[in-house]
Nanobody, 126 residues
């Protein structure tokens, strides 16, 4: 059984930074790509960033490019999202996701991924 557990969310002022972590357990060897989505109140869940576990190729939503960095520690089965220059518009529940097939280059148009975490709240105050 696969589990994805997010941590690191919280309240931060605009311009500040946070680092989210996603610890995976279970059949993680089958994972092809891991990454992050977010969902703000009243809005659809949207892609944020992804990383291919073999090779480390990354993809980002335009709204976070240059501010967010995704990374992974394969030995620890953990993916990180370093968020800097945070804006109130970044306020959302952030979800970790993993897929065994779908490359990260397609994640921007699909939420039909294999595994999801329970989410962690990020609130950016102005």
């Amino acid at each position: 059984q696969v589990q994805l557990v997010e941590s690191g969310g919280g309240l931060v002022q605009a311009g500040g930074s946070l680092r989210l972590s996603c610890a995976a357990s279970g059949r993680t060897a089958s994972f092809h790509t891991m990454g992050w989505f977010r969902q703000a109140p009243g809005k659809e869940r949207e892609f944020v960033a992804s990383i291919r576990l073999s090779g480390g190729t990354t993809h980002y939503a335009d709204s976070v490019k240059g501010r967010f960095t995704i990374s992974r520690d394969n030995a620890q089965n953990t993916v990180y999202l370093q968020m800097s220059s945070l804006k109130p518009a970044d306020t959302a529940v952030y979800y970790c996701a993993a897929d065994v097939v779908l490359d990260g280059s397609y994640w921007y148009k699909s939420t039909a991924l294999d595994y999801w975490g329970q989410g962690t709240q990020v609130t950016v105050s102005s």
